[in-house]
């Protein structure tokens, strides 16, 4: 049932290819490279008149919603605003009549993101799930549902449900941008191209697991690792150090490369293991002098980097370079060798990577 990989997480790592090929699916006009997404029940005009939006979700699911809002922001123009969901259910949130809420879970049956849609539905707002579990209780009680086909997840440690998750608020945020004429078909085409080139480029940085399973190991006798970024590489590194934390109890942190000084770059010190993800051009430079700050300091830094981009290694001990793609795609390849990086020091400690101790892959109690 593993087939022939030693941990459901592995293999279900290595499903990504097809999981995000399963969610592009019939979403995909090739001939007229744009988004479909005939499950929506509601108009194209309801859509559109939407002018702000609630991400709720729960763990890696909420980190999927962090992508999602610069998306959507960037593509739509349309605020977001992302929130845990064991916070949003107790608090007031303000709905107004074109307010959309987005709740996002795997298994469509967390108790908090449920709890938070209940709370959304006793108003009038308007509830669009994205789930993988077709027949779950979220799915059964939000208005609309974006099914993400990642197929069946078994490890407690979400792998492939995250990505299939980031590729259907690609989807969802181009339909709106199509429908809202935010973006050009032109510009709508670009995208569409390179996200078909996604699953392949997936592959790819799988077959190319050496570098980053000797980083990983070269991280058994450590205690802290950090991981920085800035915009949706921060958002990333949220997801790789939770993911660390979950299968290998190494404690990290994951920080927002500029706001390392304000207190944080305390901790950094004599080979302490830094993951730095460089991938967003506009802030390239920026993110270089916090590699520099930290280097300065002693971490042994793992960059990230694009294709091409060697100039990293100047300022870094080791580079993963990522198969380029545009901007803001970026996310869903960076994720895969941060997955990777938690399963090997995993593995490298001798834990049980399907069952971390302490939790359940299925939090149905608050
Ligand atoms: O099924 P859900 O997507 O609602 O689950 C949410 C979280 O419990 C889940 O993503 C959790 O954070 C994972 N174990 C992370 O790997």
């Known amino acids: 049932e593993k087939g022939g990989y030693d941990s459901f997480m592995l293999k279900e790592i290595h499903e990504q290819p097809q999981a995000v090929r399963e969610t592009m699916g019939a979403r995909i006009d090739l001939e007229q490279k744009r988004v479909i997404l005939p ?40 605020p977001v605003e992302v929130a845990v969901a064991s916070e949003f259910r107790y608090r007031d949130p303000i709905y107004t009549d074109n307010t959309l809420m987005i709740v996002i879970s795997q ?14 539905k006793k108003t009038n707002v308007k509830v669009m799930a994205i789930t993988n579990v077709v027949g779950s209780s979220v799915a059964r009680e939000a208005d609309e549902v974006l099914f993400t086909w990642a197929g069946p ?8 449900a995250y990505t299939s998750q980031v590729v259907t608020l690609y989807l969802f945020s181009l339909y709106l941008a199509q429908v809202k004429g935010t973006l050009k078909a032109a510009e709508v085409a670009e995208v569409v191209d390179h996200l078909q080139d996604i699953p392949a480029k997936i592959t790819s940085l799988l077959e190319d697991a050496e570098q980053v399973r000797h980083f990983a190991e070269s991280t058994k006798g450590v205690n802290s690792l950090f991981f920085i970024g800035r915009s949706l590489d921060y958002a990333v590194s949220l997801e790789g150090s939770l993911k660390l934390k979950e299968i ?11 706001e390392l000084k304000h207190g944080t770059l305390a901790l950094i010190e004599d080979n302490v293991p830094v993951v730095a993800l460089a991938t967003q051009p506009d802030i390239y430079e920026k993110m270089v002098s916090n590699i520099v700050e930290v280097k300065a300091r002693g971490a042994r830094v793992l960059g990230f980097a694009m294709e091409g981009n060697t ?23 960076t994720v895969i060798p941060l997955q990777l990086l938690s399963y090997f020091a995993s593995v490298a400690r001798g834990l049980d990577v399907d069952k971390p101790r302490n939790l359940a892959k299925s939090v149905t109690v608050e």
């Not at 049956?109 to 849609?117: C, G, I, V």
């Not at 997840?153 to 492939?160: G, N, R």
């Open 248 to 258: 290998s109890y190494i404690h990290s942190e994951a920080y927002p490369a500029g």
């Open 153 to 160: 997840e078994v490890a407690v440690a979400s792998t492939k």
């Open 39 to 78: 499950e929506l029940k509601m108009s194209d005009a309801e859509l559109a008149k939407y002018d702000r939006i609630y991400i709720v979700a729960c763990g890696t699911s909420m980190h999927a919603g962090l992508v999602g809002k610069d998306v959507i922001e960037k593509w739509t123009r349309v």
């Open 311 to 333: 100039d990293l290694a100047k300022s870094v001990d080791e580079v993963i370079y990522l198969p380029t793609t545009l901007p803001m795609l970026a996310p869903i390849l």
């Open 107 to 120: 298994s469509g049956e967390t108790a908090d993101t449920l709890a938070a849609l209940r709370e959304a």
